[in-house]
């Protein structure tokens, strides 16, 4: 049973993948922003865990081998798909989410084509985008939990409360001026990081199609 934990951890992110999209579907907002998150931030950390305990119990399956990449990419994907839903035509979030979506679709098909002919090993600066684009992805949902949370106490405690909260005229039982502080941080956080991000995956998806592609036998596929 403690050899099958890898497989149960990379099983759980493949049914995570979409339950950050469900979520919305089910729940209002921000409650479906925090699930989302939190849900998000277990998954990425059984991204590392798993290969972890496969290493050090030596459990390293050819299911774990399989589904480990495919459970992130899912993870990625349909996150990012839902956070294009939550922010709506914003070019900050359009053009690097495009960009990863492509290098992730486009990999997969090279990978694919040259299936038993070419090696592609994951590169160290592969597995370090992968790492950023989980963190700008969990930045993002928190940010839309705390964009969304501030409204909705401005929705429940009326203008004149709100503002006398920020002022300091009111107590602030709902933290709303740490809140109303951190939301921009979190935000610019979470855009910078996403960036960074697609630049990391077209920079090695570029150096993929230059490895793969430069090989003798690609030239005979």
């Known amino acids: 049973m403690v050899h099958a934990l890898p497989n149960l951890l990379t ?44 290493r050090r119990l030596g459990a390293v399956s050819a299911y774990g081998r399989m589904m480990d990449p495919i459970a992130d990419k899912a993870m990625v994907m349909i996150a990012l798909a839902v956070l294009l839903m939550l922010t709506g035509p914003n070019p900050l979030m359009i053009v690097p989410a495009a960009a990863i979506m492509l290098r992730e679709v486009a990999v997969s098909g090279l990978r694919e084509f040259l299936a038993g002919r070419v090696e592609a090993p994951v590169t160290r600066l592969a597995k370090w985008k992968t790492t950023v684009q989980m963190m700008a992805i969990g930045a993002l949902l928190l940010a839309g939990w705390a964009t969304e949370r501030e409204a909705l106490l401005f929705h429940q405690l009326g203008p004149e409360a709100f503002f006398a909260i920020l002022e300091g005229a009111a107590p602030d039982p709902h933290w709303l001026g740490p809140l109303r502080a951190a939301t921009p941080v979190v935000v610019t956080s979470g855009f910078g990081l996403l960036w960074l991000a697609a630049a990391m995956t077209v920079w090695t998806g570029v150096g993929y199609f230059r490895r ?6 690609a030239k005979e596929a």
């Open 11 to 54: 099983s759980f992110r493949l049914v995570a993948a979409p339950g950050v999209a469900l979520v919305f579907a089910g729940l209002p907002r921000p409650t479906a922003d925090l699930i989302a998150f939190g849900l998000f931030v277990v998954a990425a950390v059984t991204d590392w865990a798993d290969g972890w305990l496969a």
């Open 212 to 217: 793969a592609l430069a090989h003798p036998a």
